[in-house]
């Protein structure tokens, strides 16, 4: 792969392609490109279930069309997949410990979670920046992950909620850029 050309300014800056493709140089990679997180979770066998995913995209407008991608390897997205419908919150800033709630295992992952559901077991995270209420649409396997199509059927947007990022790794909070503050 070529990076740069060599008479190119600033070209002996620019660091040495890297072809050993692991798990690890490829998340630190995909780690560098911002996304906010999401929860998505439904009522299966009477009590939530759900998920911390920053693979979230929106996809369509006609048909209205989102979204992630779940490792094959989720132990929760097979209870998720047969659900009538499913909740997905774009988090809050200080949704912090809720995201991390919802990626842990072995625990009851809602348990200091302050959610609601509607009745058809769609379950959202209060104080989220928006909440999708939505049907599962389409499946397509893609290497270790499959990719989810989601489609809305109603949905609530909170615009003035400030979302969670996620970067380097990290939970983050946004900062408007170019403003006499910044
Ligand atoms: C910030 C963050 C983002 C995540 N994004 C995804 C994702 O997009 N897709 C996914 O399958 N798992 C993602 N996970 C992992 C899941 O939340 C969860 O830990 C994983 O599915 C294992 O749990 P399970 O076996 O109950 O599914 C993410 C975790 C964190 C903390």
Redesign the pocket.
């Known amino acids: 792969m070529q990076l740069a050309r060599p008479d190119m300014e600033g070209a002996e800056r620019m660091p040495s392609a890297v072809s050993d493709l692991t798990p690890a140089v490829l998340r630190a990679a995909f780690a560098t490109f911002p996304s906010g997180?999401t929860a998505i979770a439904a009522v299966r066998d009477g009590r939530p279930q759900g998920?911390?995913?920053?693979?979230f995209a929106s996809v369509s407008l006609c048909p209205p069309l989102v979204s992630?991608?779940?490792?094959r390897?989720?132990?929760?997205?097979p209870a998720l997949r047969s659900a009538p419908r499913l909740g997905l919150s774009v988090l809050a800033a200080e949704h912090g410990e809720v995201?991390?709630s919802?990626?842990a295992?072995g625990t009851d992952r809602f348990a200091a979670v302050s959610w609601e559901r509607t009745a058809q077991g769609a379950v959202f995270v209060h104080g989220s920046a928006l909440w999708l209420d939505c049907s599962r649409y389409a499946e397509l396997p893609a290497g270790d992950?499959e990719i989810v199509l989601l489609c809305i059927r109603q949905l609530r947007a909170y615009p003035e909620v400030s979302p969670l990022v996620?970067h380097g790794s990290r939970f983050r909070q946004l900062r408007a850029a170019g403003t006499e503050h910044g």
Request: charged residues 10%.
């Open positions: 997180i998920l911390a995913a920053s693979s992630v991608c779940i490792a390897t989720s132990t929760t997205w995201a991390r919802l990626a295992r992950h996620f």
